[in-house]
T-cell receptor, first 113, second 112 residues
Framework: AQSVTQPDIHITVSEGASLELRCNYS??????LFWYVQSPGQGLQLLLK??????LVQGIKGFEAEFKRSQSSFNLRKPSVHWSDAAEYFC???????????FGKGTRLHILP | DTEVTQTPKHLVMGMTNKKSLKCEQH?????MYWYKQKAKKPPELMFV???????INESVPSRFSPECPNSSLLNLHLHALQPEDSALYLC???????????FGSGTRLTVV
């Protein structure tokens, strides 16, 4: 079965600084990988996804992520964060065997003015 | 239409009540999902419907009863819930194959 780990529960960065959120997955074949963002009391919004092909994926809101098979990682990056980026970020993994995706425990992003 | 609409947004119910949550999408997605999310936790999968048939039930108690009357609608019928069932209930839909879900904004359920 697939699994996903987000090692950082909280991350604090200053507005305008760069950001990297870590995600590691476990799955025997090529997984489907996703990053979602959730603001308080809201549903989840898909930032980007990886299925195959180019390992650097561009998403919405200026986010990108890189799939590294050798490290079983799919880290999320943004060159310059804005105060509105403060939210909970979830990495998720799925497979081509069923319609189920599994979420990591999430990383809460705090932005300092 | 690229949205998943969930109603109601908030629901307070007693432990003896029967209520239903509703989810609707018009994106032509043939897979629909119910997730439960407790505060400060990730969403946990409850049910998956594929082509209007229940394909995954993650050992959810029978007091939660899903229904998919057609390809656009998904309901979650609630009966005799417990206070620990209070949570944000999220509906999602996707193309078959799980190619990234579209989530609704959720129903905030409080059981008193």
């Amino acid at each position: 079965a697939q699994s996903v780990t987000q090692p950082d529960i909280h991350i604090t960065v200053s507005e305008g600084a760069s950001l990297e959120l870590r995600c590691n997955y476990s799955y025997g074949a090529t997984p489907y990988l996703f990053w979602y963002v959730q603001s308080p009391g809201q549903g989840l919004q898909l930032l980007l996804k990886y299925f195959s092909g180019d390992t650097l994926v561009q998403g919405i809101k200026g986010f990108e992520a890189e799939f590294k098979r050798s490290q079983s990682s799919f880290n999320l990056r943004k060159p310059s964060v804005h105060w509105s980026d403060a939210a909970e970020y979830f990495c998720a993994v799925g497979t081509n065997r069923d319609d189920k995706i599994i979420f990591g425990k999430g990383t809460r992003l705090h932005i300092l003015p | 239409d690229t949205e998943v609409t969930q109603t109601p947004k908030h629901l307070v119910m007693g432990m003896t009540n029967k209520k239903s949550l509703k989810c609707e999408q018009h994106m032509g997605h043939r897979a629909m999902y119910w997730y439960k999310q407790k505060a400060k936790k990730p969403p946990e999968l409850m049910f998956v419907y594929s082509y209007e048939k229940l394909s995954i039930n993650e050992s959810v108690p029978s007091r939660f009863s899903p229904e998919c009357p057609n390809s656009s609608l998904l309901n979650l019928h609630l009966h005799a819930l417990q206070p620990e069932d209070s949570a944000l209930y999220l509906c999602a839909s996707s193309q078959i194959g799980g190619f990234g879900y579209t989530f609704g904004s959720g129903t905030r359920l409080t059981v008193v």
